[in-house]
């Protein structure tokens, strides 16, 4: 896309077009319009192939996230044209010591891609798919594509990255910055540990290619690195072959430590393709509904799958298996029905408190029982409680923080809320935060996607003996400090 003269630049609820220039007063620290004499002492706005906004609505959207429970107001969005403007706009907030967060689909939870009085970059913009790469085992992607837009592409030519979310329609910007984790992460890592390259602009401006061979401190800085070193603007996902159907089990079990074992045999033994498992309330509010989640991959990936084969020697209840054969792109995407549902009942837009723990699996049984021992419905409200196993071995990405034991667990308090109660809000936050603390003196750490209240000294701790290699990052890449201020680290 080239500079375009006919490009619409909203500011303070002005439409700006063709010659007006748009300007930034360094006195003031706000966004202005400049025209004749009026413009002196302001800084100009690089020419942009997209938009730069600061009308209401765009601001209030950047100002709150799936979460509900932050809102950090930005002074300006910018939805960039090309990669260009993600470079254009960083230089001028790092010469103006603005800070900037980029946004994927907004689905942290508390207020991670939120700036205050910054500027957000809003990345779906940023949406290219393809070509495939040499032997087609790669695809370079924008940033902000969604993953359920790289399945559909990727699907048609018998292929898939290997690891996926549970919910696809979070950008890959968004989860390369956090890890990635899902029910194939015992199998393949998270989904930071399938990226063989990245396209970054980092936070003094500079576009850089990098690769495990080429800059690799700055591609392990910012793969699972928060956001902190540089804005990913593109990557290159490794590909593996896609099955056509799945067979997709339910099983239920009554007792956490054989769900538990059960789930640690499967995914150290590699039986299935997919494991992971959720615990619900019973009639009387207990959380003691322990349902084992596995799928099996069929041709031409895997065997046809054989229940008697995949089933043998587990010890759920064999009266209420639910089995069923599924296209592949449905399985990936089997909680769009679900999604849809909290849309049309309003209960999307609830406030999500949540708490997403790695734990160690010696620890797990102990840890999940006391947690669940104080879960109630209410508190969960329509939302879920996970749990599955990850083993440590296929982990690769230095900043993935996961407790030092082989088969940790990821255990996760999916909660929902109504906002407007903030009473409850801050009440679930406190719960989080004494659910972290006891995993860390256990050994645990957050996967930090959720509502956990952090302080600095918390995140040294978590990073742990990758936090000088971060510190040093930061400090080359992100000299003034600018990016993403709102995961509280620096
Ligand atoms: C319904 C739902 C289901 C989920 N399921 C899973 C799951 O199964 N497994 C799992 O691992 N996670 C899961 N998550 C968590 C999710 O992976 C993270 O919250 C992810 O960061 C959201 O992506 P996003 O595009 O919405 O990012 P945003 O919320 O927009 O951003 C998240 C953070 O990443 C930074 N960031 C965003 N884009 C970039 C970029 N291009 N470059 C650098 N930094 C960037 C932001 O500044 C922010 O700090 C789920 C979340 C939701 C809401």
């Known amino acids: 896309m080239s500079h375009t003269p006919s490009r619409r630049t909203v500011l303070r609820g002005l439409t700006v077009t063709g010659a007006a220039v748009v300007g930034f007063d360094p006195a003031t620290r706000s966004w202005a319009v400049t025209g004749g004499g009026s413009g002196r002492g302001l800084a100009g706005i690089p020419r942009l192939d997209g938009t730069l906004v600061t009308d209401e609505s765009s601001l209030a959207e950047a100002s709150d996230d799936f979460g509900h429970i932050v809102h950090r107001r930005p002074l300006a969005v910018l939805r960039p044209g090309s990669v260009r403007d993600v470079v254009a706009m960083v230089r001028f907030c790092n010469q103006h010591r603005l800070q900037v967060a980029p946004r994927g689909q907004g689905h942290a939870t508390f207020g991670q891609a939120q700036v205050k009085d910054g500027l957000v970059i809003e990345t779906a913009t940023l949406a290219d798919i393809g070509p495939l790469g040499p032997d087609r085992t790669t695809v370079a992607v924008g940033a902000g594509v969604r993953w359920s837009e790289v399945a559909k592409a990727a699907i048609p ?60 401190d700055l591609f392990h800085a910012v793969l699972a690195g928060l956001g902190q070193c540089a804005v990913i603007v593109g990557a290159t996902l490794r590909l593996v072959p896609a099955p056509e159907t799945v067979r997709h089990y339910l099983l239920p079990y009554d007792d956490l430590e054989t769900f538990l074992e059960d789930q640690r045999t499967l995914v150290q033994e590699g039986r299935f393709d997919y494991v992971e498992g959720q615990v619900s309330a019973d009639s009387d509010g207990a959380f003691s509904i322990y349902t084992l989640e596995a799928v099996a991959y069929g041709p031409p990936v895997g065997p046809t799958p054989d229940d008697t084969l995949l089933l043998r020697g587990m010890r759920h209840d064999p009266s209420g298996v639910q089995a069923s054969d599924l296209a592949y792109y449905d399985f990936l995407d089997r909680l769009a029905p679900a999604v849809a549902a909290l849309k049309e009942a309003g209960l999307w837009t609830y406030a999500h408190p949540w708490l997403n723990l790695l734990l160690p699996g010696e620890s797990t049984r102990a840890l999940t029982a006391e947690a669940l021992d104080a879960l109630t419905p209410a508190d969960l409200g329509p939302g879920v409680v996970l749990v599955y196993p990850i083993l440590r071995a296929r982990l690769t990405t230095p900043l993935l923080r996961t407790p030092a034991d082989t088969v940790p667990y990821l255990f996760a308090v999916l909660r929902a809320t109504p906002p407007d109660d903030t009473a409850t809000v801050d009440r679930l936050l406190a719960a989080n935060r004494s659910a972290y603390e006891a995993t860390a003196a256990a050994g645990g750490t957050q996967y930090p996607v959720g509502s956990i209240p952090f302080t600095h000294a918390d995140w040294r701790t978590h990073f742990g003996s990758a936090w000088p290699g971060l510190e040093a990052a930061k400090r080359t890449y992100d000299p003034r400090g600018i990016l993403v201020p709102g995961q509280g680290i620096f």
């Open 157 to 216: 030519h018998g292929l898939t990255p290997p690891v996926f979310t549970d919910y696809l329609e979070l950008s890959v910007g968004g989860t390369l910055s956090v890890g990635g984790l899902g029910g194939q992460t015992h199998r393949h890592g998270a989904q930071v540990d399938n990226v063989t390259e990245l396209q970054v602009v980092t936070g003094a401006g500079e576009l850089v290619r990098c690769s495990p061979s080429r800059r690799p």
